[in-house]
């Protein structure tokens, strides 16, 4: 049986040079990218839905972008380092996940939807309450992903520099906090889908090289690779047996199918995700993008398994834990190791090729949610919610067209002449202003967001960046997903349905994960030193998500007003033909 190689250490002294120049170009390469993008259009269409142009092939390579974060390339990876058999089982749930999404959501929200999750709702229930309580879910749901793809960052950073100063994660959070602001204030999603694009080919890429020199290391020879990495696990047989991190008792058997249930059902509910389906011409491009994602996705998690495997067999799990807690820096190690060791050239140079791969995908995703929780506060609290109906409220386009001019236009002006152009003109001056106004609000509550991510990630630096995103699934999969199935898909539903729905869902998710060992109580909490826990489980999908459906089902059929048949009519052929969609 062949030796392990010995366990590496990061990169010191003048190799932190080829690191910072690669992390350097990334930032550059993007910022470019942005500011390219913000100039070709200044709408609100070109900023929530990248003026709807891009095809399925060009979509399909975003929608995986903005999927494919931190948490899958550095902390599934992670997981499957340390704990083996139960670090596979988050890939699974992320994979099939994506069928829930392709069989359920993709064409029915494209056809239905105009910018956001709200606007799926407010075909049908058309009050500003609704708006709210959407708008504010999918907030919630952004920021708890923000904090995983920035917490990531910092590992990644640290390790870079050889330290694991708190200080230096604090800044490079800072500074990924204040990109993020940059790409979505000026380029809007434009910029986001091209940063997503080349960030996905980037990553794909490495993943393939990375696997590639793992399966010649190892000669093809997946069983030895599995026996070096249950020998180097430090748990024996066990770690390619299920129960390492999820079978020790009943209640962490239990926190598994919670994190399950999150996983399968959330990506329905990501409001990133969702905001993708947008930015395609029609509802078949929406289901061929979600097509070429799953294809992308699947051949990724593939990869990510064996990379989690290979960083076992070649480092170690104590080795991989020692780097970092959590396990988020395995692959970055493991690329060291399979370039040719520390101090070797190759082994820097891969090293400094995926650590910068890695950065590039936390700024792509951060990216995305800043502009998914700007746009959902824009366009649905502040336009929607607090100052009235959004113009995709007012039927299929918004009072585009001639036939809408001139019915903004009251008879008894349109007389003939430079009289009747005025009037025209005064009709389709208020919507446009109203937009840019609806934009620029969409830049600040940027600012302002990312603000609030960097805050929280400060507090959450020793938590798995995996592990967070599946907080984030489980608040989807509580306050989004129930509302939007039943918006789809119930003739009954009703606006009090759906606000107690949404409300049903997100404030159990919230509360029980303030409550739980996630918050307090144990070592790696966010505050170790304190413990007012008292729900057991780390993730509470197996409690919220119920509620949530439960909560929109009882609101309903307690509402005084009925559901409008006719508004229920209108959704349901225009989000299964796409008449009248956007």
Request: hydrophobic share 55%; aromatic share 10%.
């Given at each position: ?255 598994f199918f919670s994190l399950g249930l ?61 780097a970092n807690s959590a396990g988020n ?210 993730n509470p999908g197996i409690v919220s ?38």
């Amino acid at each position: 049986m062949r030796a392990a190689t010995p366990p590496p250490v990061a990169p010191t002294g003048d190799h932190h040079g080829l690191a910072v120049v690669l992390f350097a170009v990334v930032v550059l390469v993007t910022l470019a990218i942005t500011f390219w993008a913000g100039r070709r259009g200044s709408a609100a269409e070109d900023f929530y839905a990248g003026g709807r142009d891009f095809t399925p092939l060009q979509n399909g390579f975003a929608l995986s972008g903005d999927y494919l974060s931190a948490a899958s390339f550095l902390g599934v990876a992670g997981l499957i380092a340390l704990y083996g058999y139960d670090g596979v089982l988050y890939s699974i749930g992320f994979l099939v996940a994506w069928l829930v999404v392709l069989m359920l959501v993709a064409e029915l929200v494209r056809n239905a939807g105009r910018y956001t999750l709200a606007d799926v709702l407010a075909l049908r229930l058309r009050r500003r309450k609704v708006r709210a309580a959407a708008g504010g879910a999918s907030v919630v749901v952004t920021l708890f992903y923000l904090v995983a793809q920035m917490v990531g960052a910092g590992s990644l950073v640290a390790l870079l520099l050889g330290t694991n100063s708190a200080q230096a994660r604090t800044w490079t959070i800072v500074a990924v906090g204040g990109l993020m602001i940059v790409y979505v204030t000026i380029g809007g999603m434009r910029a986001t889908t091209w940063i997503q694009i080349v960030k996905a080919f980037l990553l794909v890429a490495g993943s393939v090289v990375l696997t590639v020199l793992l399966v010649v290391r190892f000669h093809g020879d997946v069983a030895e690779l599995m026996r070096q990495a249950a020998q180097h696990s430090g748990a024996g047989q066990r770690y390619l047996e299920p129960g390492l991190k999820y079978g020790k008792s009943f209640t962490s058997r239990l926190d598994f199918f919670s994190l399950g249930l999150a996983l399968v059902l959330g990506t329905a509910g990501l409001p990133h995700i969702l905001s993708r389906f947008y930015t395609v011409p029609t509802a078949r491009a929406a289901r061929r993008s979600t097509m070429w994602a799953i294809g992308l996705v699947g051949g990724f998690y593939l990869m990510a398994i064996a990379l989690g495997l290979g960083a076992t067999a070649l480092i170690g799990s104590a080795e991989v834990r020692q780097a970092n807690s959590a396990g988020n820096t395995a692959v970055p190690l493991l690329a060291l190791v399979l370039g040719g060791g520390n101090g070797s050239t190759g082994g820097v140079v891969l090293f400094a090729l995926i650590s910068a791969i890695a950065f590039a995908t936390i700024l792509a995703v951060v990216a995305g949610l800043t502009l998914a929780s700007s746009a959902a506060f824009a366009h649905d609290i502040w336009a929607g919610a607090w100052r009235g109906r959004p113009r995709g409220d007012r039927g299929s386009r918004g009072g585009r067209g001639l036939r809408g001019r001139r019915a903004a236009v009251p008879a008894s002006r349109r007389s003939h002449g430079a009289a009747d152009a005025r009037a025209a003109a005064e009709a389709d001056s208020a919507p446009a202003a109203a937009e840019r106004d609806e934009v620029l609000v969409a830049r600040i509550a940027a600012v302002g967001i990312g603000a609030v991510a960097i805050v929280l990630s400060l507090f959450a630096q020793q938590l798995n960046v995996a592990f967070l995103v599946g907080l984030a699934f489980a608040v989807a999969a509580s306050a989004n997903l129930p509302v939007l199935l039943y918006s789809l898909f119930w003739r009954r539903f009703t606006a009090r349905g759906a606000v107690w729905s949404v409300y049903g869902g997100l404030i159990p998710a919230v509360v029980l994960v303030t409550f739980s060992p996630v918050v307090s109580g144990t070592k790696v909490a966010l505050f170790p030193g304190m413990d007012f826990h008292w729900f057991p489980l780390e993730n509470p999908g197996i409690v919220s998500i119920p509620l949530g459906f439960l909560a929109g089902w009882i609101g309903t059929l307690t509402s005084p007003e009925p559901a409008d048949p006719d508004r229920y009519a209108e959704l349901e052929v225009r989000s299964l033909t796409g008449a009248g969609a956007v």
